[in-house]
T-cell receptor
Framework: GAVVSQHPSWVICKSGTSVKIECRSLDFQATTMFWYRQFPKQSLMLMATSNEGSKATYEQGVEKDKFLINHASLTLSTLTVTSAHPEDSSFYIC???????????FGQGTRLTVV | AQSVSQHNHHVILSEAASLELGCNYSYGGTVNLFWYVQYPGQHLQLLLKYFSGDPLVKGIKGFEAEFIKSKFSFNLRKPSVQWSDTAEYFCAVPNQGGKLIFGQGTELSVKP
């Protein structure tokens, strides 16, 4: 299957700082990218959907000013956690999809720890 | 809105036992269905998918799933599990906006 690369795999940051996570589709053009958050022993919760060249659509309860998403090209989307706090510590996963009716491919996830 | 429900949170089996994990979805229209697996420390991988056609879908590693429209179900099965099947399994369905909605996940532990 297609490859989605997420970077970094893990990051530790101080409270109040911002962290950027990159999601790249390596061998296909990702029309749509999704950002998920996964708490331990829980399912993936969709945070936002981004389409190349347009503003991201955030799910209810997700602060768009805190979780900035940019999908500037068909192979790259970024999630920036601004002014991170310990409660933002989590596992963030991106997925990318080409056409609407194709499967989504997942990145390996980013473990964010805010201290 | 589309929702997905997985009945079993944690399943413990011995090697060679048969497996069936339940998945039910709510939307009754045309539906695509997915099962993903997350092995410990690894990213999500697609096990199998249903878009149309034969409701019995065969995936990787001996897994299969059956789409039963009348029951809104897409249960995952494997006749004989192995220790290496220990993982978390997620059922997923796109909602009308195309966003992939996941079930709660089922943790499978296979005892050697």
């Amino acid at each position: 299957g297609a490859v989605v690369s997420q970077h970094p795999s893990w990051v530790i940051c101080k409270s109040g700082t911002s962290v950027k996570i990159e999601c790249r589709s390596l061998d296909f053009q990702a029309t749509t990218m999704f950002w998920y958050r996964q708490f331990p022993k829980q399912s993936l919760m969709l945070m936002a959907t981004s389409n190349e060249g347009s503003k991201a659509t955030y799910e209810q309860g997700v602060e768009k000013d805190k979780f900035l998403i940019n999908h500037a090209s068909l192979t790259l989307s970024t999630l920036t956690v601004t002014s991170a706090h310990p409660e933002d510590s989590s596992f963030y996963i991106c997925s990318a999809r080409g056409d609407t009716n194709t499967e989504a491919f997942f990145g390996q996830g980013t473990r964010l720890t805010v201290v | 809105a589309q929702s997905v429900s997985q009945h079993n949170h944690h399943v413990i089996l011995s090697e060679a036992a048969s497996l069936e994990l339940g998945c039910n979805y709510s939307y009754g229209g045309t539906v695509n269905l997915f099962w993903y697996v997350q092995y410990p420390g690894q990213h999500l991988q697609l096990l199998l998918k249903y878009f149309s056609g034969d409701p019995l879908v065969k995936g990787i590693k001996g897994f299969e799933a059956e789409f039963i429209k009348s029951k809104f179900s897409f249960n995952l099965r494997k006749p004989s599990v192995q220790w290496s099947d220990t993982a978390e399994y997620f059922c997923a369905v796109p909602n009308q906006g195309g966003k992939l909605i996941f079930g709660q996940g089922t943790e499978l532990s296979v005892k050697p």
